[in-house]
């Protein structure tokens, strides 16, 4: 995706139509995309409005979509193992 971004950029330096309303002396922060690209970069089932909410039924699936490709819990005892195993390539060096 082909995306432009200045962060405070003075608006006496916009075009006369992009400078209305927005009074002198001020910075602004402009964003330039190729239309289409950015729609182009989200999963298919996020592009375009919904018409309706998600029924429950939508929202489960999704949550189970999600569950499945995470990586897995871990417990708090092999967290602080792994934590005490990484301590200890410190120590011994």
């Known amino acids: 995706m082909n995306k432009i971004v200045r962060n405070h ?5 916009l075009p006369a139509d992009l400078r209305e309303g927005l009074g002198e002396g001020k910075t602004v922060r402009v964003v330039v995309e190729i239309e289409g690209e950015q729609l182009d970069a ?3 089932s996020m592009r375009g409005e919904r018409k309706k909410p998600l029924t429950v039924g939508e929202t489960l699936k999704m949550i189970e979509k999600y569950r499945l490709r995470r990586p897995v819990d871990v417990d708090m005892k092999e967290a602080v193992q792994r934590v005490r195993e990484l301590r200890d390539e410190w120590d011994d060096e």
Request: hydrophobic share 40%; proline share 25%; aromatic share 12%.
């Open 9 to 13: 950029y003075p608006v006496e330096n």
């Open 42 to 44: 989200l999963p298919v």
